[in-house]
């Protein structure tokens, strides 16, 4: 029982499939917010130029149009309307680059996921007790020792990057006003590309974290196991019961072809196969019905009511039955055991025609 109990059993397609629906996934915030901040530098300093240039320029025509005449309600209106449009001219493609990393990054991890079920209310919440039991998981350690790490990684790197630019820093001091963005820019660039190698570094780890974390809470016990088996393949009665029927189907329609038969041949107690043949319209005899024991004596018994003779032959019997299914044509290598058959079974209807 005790071993029955224990989640020795990786999960089934099917489990990993309901936990996917509840929305849990493996994902870490931290592949979110450095992808945002690697994405953001590189794409700024592809695209930060143009932006300034542009900033620059609407600045500058929006400051010369406040100085070079009265501003009165309506042409202040028209000024801001116009600036905030052209801003966000500039802005949008920014801001849309950092939505499509955003997006990637989620899609990513996880692939798309689509779940209503964490809007639910969930009334366990707000127990005590399984509050408690929360607070003291490995998810929460795991958080704790994440938040140490990124604390006294993102210092380390901070302190190790503010020393080596204290020399720059004191060079912008004393540099002429136009030259301090640049110097500026190159150090806060630097410092956002180091700032987000760690954190993707950090949450690569974190990632796999959520992902051992998601196994290990979808592995099953092997009760669950046979429990999830029985409702995807049905309760084994009900099968049994369901096959049951079929073959009985399958034994009626098969006695219902037994009068259409040419021969049945028999071994004479035991085996019982019916032969039809339709010169111009089979290539070769076919099996419409065979049975052994109490089968095989209901397929004479037919036969004999509807006239169809039966004759004895035991290898040709024996051969048909076991190598043959219903429906199936006769195989070529008992064409002439077959054929001497059925002779000599038109010449019989022949002779009771004549006579």
């Known amino acids: 029982m ?3 109990q ?6 089934t397609p099917k489990r990993r ?3 996917r629906k509840r929305g849990q996934v493996p994902r870490s915030r931290e592949i979110h917010s450095a992808a945002l901040i690697l994405g953001g530098v590189f794409g700024f300093s592809m695209m930060g130029p143009m932006v300034v240039s542009e900033m620059r320029k609407i600045m500058t025509q929006t400051l010369g149009a406040l100085a070079s005449e009265p501003m009165t309600e309506a042409s202040l209106y028209q000024l801001a309307t116009t600036t905030f449009s052209r801003t966000l001219l500039i802005l949008v493609p920014v801001m849309g680059a950092l939505g499509a990393i955003s997006i990637a990054a989620s899609f990513g991890q996880h692939g798309w996921v689509w779940s209503t079920e964490a809007l639910s209310p969930d009334w366990s ?6 509050g408690l039991q929360r607070l003291f998981s ?3 350690v795991a958080e704790l020792v994440k938040t140490l790490v990124k604390f006294f990684a993102l210092g380390g790197i901070s302190y190790f990057l503010i020393r080596q630019a204290l020399p720059t820093i004191y060079l912008a001091i004393q540099s002429e006003p136009s030259e301090i963005p640049g110097i500026a820019g190159q150090t806060i660039y630097h410092f956002a590309l180091a700032t987000g190698f760690l954190i993707a570094f950090l949450g690569g780890g974190d990632y796999l974290f959520q992902w051992w974390s ?11 196991m046979k429990e999830e088996l029985k409702q995807s393949e049905g309760d084994p009665m009900v099968r049994a019961r369901v096959r049951s029927v079929q073959k009985e ?3 009626k329609r098969m006695m219902a072809d037994v009068p259409k038969a040419d021969v049945v041949v028999t071994n004479p107690t035991t085996l019982a196969v019916a032969l039809v043949y339709q010169h111009g319209k089979m290539d070769a005899p076919k099996v419409i019905a065979k049975g052994a024991g109490f089968i095989a004596e209901r397929i004479r018994e037919v036969a004999r009511q509807h006239g169809v003779p039966v004759i004895e032959n035991k290898p040709l019997a024996r051969a048909l039955f076991k190598t043959v299914k219903v429906g199936d044509p006769v195989p070529s290598k008992l064409y002439r055991a077959v054929a001497e058959i059925l002779a000599y079974v038109y010449r019989l209807k022949n002779k009771t025609r004549q006579a």
Request: aromatic share 0%; hydrophobic share 35%.
């Open 2 to 4: 005790a071993e029955d």
């Open 6 to 11: 224990e989640r020795s059993e990786g999960a």
């Open 17 to 19: 499939e309901e936990a």
């Open 125 to 130: 919440r707000i127990n005590p007790i399984k």
């Open 138 to 140: 490995l998810q929460v």
């Open 214 to 224: 998601l196994e290990r809470s979808l592995r099953m016990t092997r009760q669950e």
């Open 249 to 251: 189907m399958a034994r």
